[in-house]
């Protein structure tokens, strides 16, 4: 007795179209236009400014880093035409798990360190917030890739012809 639930085409098919859908396409592209502008500002403020504090200079370069990250994730999802598969959301969510993991630690020493006090506090406070829902989201990709891949073994039973 087989108690794997049975998928029909349809199912698969209905799977395929949503992970290839045009919103998802529109979406990493918005991120592409806005990276790429984030990165060139922040990059040409800092190229132009040649005296700025070393801390400055140090943010600007990490921005900018960010920044370009998110352009090369971008152009790679969209370059593999396989928009929303599982595995782009967990590099995604490690992305923005990184990022803000860094942004958290930076105003929290300035808030430690430097002469920002409460409004790098603030700023620490913030992130940490925007960090809770990166690592919410990291955690829903994982899930959500673990179920693909439970779907994936019960296909790959039920197209394997039975030895008995």
Known sequence: MNDTPTITASEIQRMISAELSPRARVGHTALLLVASAMAVVIASLWLTEPSLPLRT????????????????????????????????RILAARMAVTFTTIFVLGFLSLGIFGSMGRAAYAA???????????????????????????RRLVIERELTPSSS
């Open 57 to 88: 200079q140090v943010a600007f370069g990490l921005m900018t880093g960010i920044g370009l990250s998110w352009v090369a994730y971008s152009v790679w999802v969209l370059t593999r035409r396989r928009v929303m598969l599982a595995g782009h």
């Open 124 to 150: 620490a406070g913030t992130g940490a917030v925007m960090l809770a829902v990166a690592v919410f989201m990291l955690f829903s990709a994982h899930r959500r890739f673990a179920e693909l891949m439970q």
